[in-house]
Structures are given as structure tokens and as C-alpha cells.
């Protein structure tokens, strides 16, 4: 009898700790509660930007890289909402849990209990005291008396424990009213800062319209790209000599088979986009609307707002940035030292670091202030090339 009971109570302890070692710690919860009062500072410092922005000039660009830059940090925030949120209905599942299995505990406990009061009740004191005395022999009667002593022991300690059981179960049911107000909260403020995302997501969209109009805009724009094109420059040197330094680390390199790396794939690339028109080719070309001629590091593709895009080959999520001439912008590495770089996305479905398949959807296309385009390059280490003589044809039209 006292071994079951100890069992009972050692498999409570057991199931107690175990789900409280599965929660989320508060160094965990405070770690995640700072990423996110941090993005909230960020995006408020842009709020300041763009008011300041809108009082000198209601249409400029760079207004309209304040509603960008905003607008990422928003995502970033319903992002990590919605990863507290998850985390935070686990921690909810595991106390619901540990409330039933308590619940069952202390059930089983109240149930040993009750039989041994009732078999208190129909015999009383008396039972026990003649139970010694019908004792044969002198080390019966002692052997008799220990099991009483024992049994009466283990009953106190069962009061204890049902106690114990109670006030657990009472603290797991404070805990789970904390955790559902706070997921009621999330929820709220999610809510919030989506409703938010949508209404600056319509004000950018009218900017735009207004930045068009204004051919001062699109001089400015040239004078940004330049800036960003050598900053892009900047980034793949970068990583062009980590990758050395990582190779140098690596001992042994992975042999790629003949005909399987990107080199051979030149004219049979996919495209980064299912459907779409190519507005701006590689090389030298003459703004539409300046009619001055400008160097494209890349090509253009007009396609709808909203739309899939794909890497080209397989590689790895190198770098996940953002340029004002750029916007949201995405490198792939790929073996034999070439690059892929997919601009002017308003959402990136992939992390830093990600291996990614040849046709894997990497993001969604968004809006620049030359339409709604998908902006492609192909470096090889330093040097760029003409996307189109690695593309295979027919894949999109041309202009």
C-alpha cells in the first residue's frame, strides 16, 4: 500500500516538472518581449520620419522609403506576434494538460483516502486495538503494530499530499487564466497592427500615384540607384570572401557532378516569374520618361502586383536586405560562384540561411515607383551578366 502510494505521488512529481520544463522560460518570454518593444520603437521613429517627411513635401522619395521601411518593420512585428502567439497556445495545451493529469491525481488520492475513513467509520479505533490482541505471539503483536503505526503514517501523508495536489491544481488554474488574457491580448494587437499594415499599405499606393507625376522624382531615383548599385556591389564582395573563408575552413569540398552546376545551365535557367513582360534589359538603356540613358544592372519584369516569384537554381539564402532603389531584396548563392538577386518584393517567404530548390517560391512581387516590377540579376564572384543569355527562351515575353 505505501509503495502505491509513492509511486502515485513520485509519477505527480514526474508530470508536474516535465510540462513545466517544456514552457517557454521567462528569460525566453523576456527575450521575445524586447525583440518586439524594439520593433515598436523602430517603426514609431519612422512615424516621427514621416510626418516630418509630409510636412516639407507631400509626394518624395523619401517619404515614400520611410512607408517602406515602416511597413517592413510592421511585418517583422505581426511576425513575431504570431510566433508568440503560437508559442503561447502550446504553453496553454501543456497547462490544460497538467491540470488533467493533476485533476486525475488527485482523484485517485481522495478515492484511497475515502476507503480508508469508511473502514474507520464501520470499525472505529477499537478494530485496530483488537487486531493486536488477537496477536499469537509476542513478534506478531510487534509486527502488527509497526504495519498500524505505517498505515497510519501513510494516511497523514496522504491528507498532505491531497492538500498539496489541491493547491496545484489551483496555481495551474491562475496560470491558465494569465495565459488565455494574455493570448485574448496578442490576438487584439495583432489585429491592430494588421489593420495598421493595411491602411499604410493604401497610403503608399497613393503616394506612388503622386511621385509619378513628378519627373523631379525619377531623377532622383537614378541618383539613388547609382548609390545602390555600388552598395549591392559592396554586398556580394562581402560574400564573396566569406564564402572563400568558409572553403578555406571546409577541408573537403563538395565535388559538383559534370553538367549539374549552374555554369551548365546557362540558356536553360527558369524564369523568376511564371508570367510577365521584360520592360528593361541589361546594359545600357534610355529612361522612358528622362530619356537619358542609364546603365541596368539587371533586367526588369513588368508583372501584376501580388505575384509568385521563384528561384531560378537551387542555392542557399545568402542575404536578405533592403535598398531604397531596391526595396526588399533577396541574394541566392549558387555554386561555381554565381549569384541570383530577386528585388522589389513586398514579402520574402524564406530565411537567411534556407536551401532552396530550382522553382521554390522565395516571395511576392511588389510595386516601385517604375510600375510593378520584379528587378532580376546574375553576378558570377564581381562580374554581371546579361540575365536574358542565361534564361531560357520563351519564358516570359519581351518589350
Known sequence: MIKQYFNIFIFAVFCFTGVFGKNMNDQDIQKKQTQIEKLRKEIDKFEEKIKESSKKEKSSIELLSNFDRQSILLKKL????KEREKDLQGEITLTKKTIEELGGQLSSLKQHYAGYVSTVYKFGKTYDLELLLSSKSFNQLLIRSEYLRRFSDQRQ???????NKKTLMETQHEILGKQLVEQKNILAEKQKEETRLTAKTKKRKTLLVEIRRDKRNYKKEIDRRKQDVKELEQIITKLIEEDRINRTKNEKNVDVPAGTGFLSRRGKLRWPVNQGRVTTRFGSQQHPTLHTVTQNTGIDISVNAGT??????EGDVSKIHWLPSYGNLLILNH???FRTVYAHLSEITVNEGDVVKEGSRIGVSGESITGSIVHF?????RDKLDPELWLKQGGVSRR
Do not use: F, M, S, T
Open 78 to 81: 505581426i511576425l513575431k506576434l
Open 157 to 163: 501523508k496522504d491528507i498532505v499530499r491531497i492538500d
Open 308 to 313: 509568385d516569384v521563384y528561384a531560378v537554381a
Open 335 to 337: 555554386r561555381d560562384g
Open 377 to 381: 540579376e546574375i553576378y558570377k564572384e
